[in-house]
Nanobody, 123 residues
Framework: QLQLVESGGGLVQAGASLRLSCAGS????MGWFRQAPGKEREFLAA?????????YADSVKDRFFISRDDNTGNTVFLQMNSLKPEDTAVYYC???????????????????WGQGTQVTVSS
């Protein structure tokens, strides 16, 4: 069983930055997703177990950056810059036994989800 705990969400103004964290009980490939009210859950970014490979959705490429901590590697971050009101959503980290940046958009490979953290961007 793998436990994932997100943190770092909050209320910010448009143009601000936030860094989300996902603390896992072990090192593994990880993806970040979000779900806005009334919308489907959306893939954002993924990182490989070693951290050398990443993959981004076009909607957030060059604004959001995924990385993992340099010590244990158990924590994965999502740095979000130039936030917009349309970035308002609940943000989740997730993974599964066969999850990787190559299969980043394949929800069938997700087995573990965090509880989510709310990000609200005001205009």
């Amino acid at each position: 069983q793998l436990q994932l705990v997100e943190s770092g969400g909050g209320l910010v103004q448009a143009g601000a930055s936030l860094r989300l964290s996902c603390a896992g009980s072990r090192r593994t490939a990880m993806g970040w997703f979000r779900q806005a009210p009334g919308k489907e859950r959306e893939f954002l970014a993924a990182i490989s177990t070693a951290g050398g490979a990443t993959y981004y959705a076009d909607s957030v490429k060059d604004r959001f950056f995924i990385s993992r901590d340099d010590n244990t590697g158990n924590t994965v971050f999502l740095q979000m810059n130039s936030l917009k009101p349309e970035d308002t959503a609940v943000y989740y980290c997730a993974t599964g036994p066969s999850y990787s940046p190559v299969t980043a958009r394949d929800f069938s490979r997700i087995r573990y989800w965090g509880q989510g953290t709310q990000v609200t961007v005001s205009s």
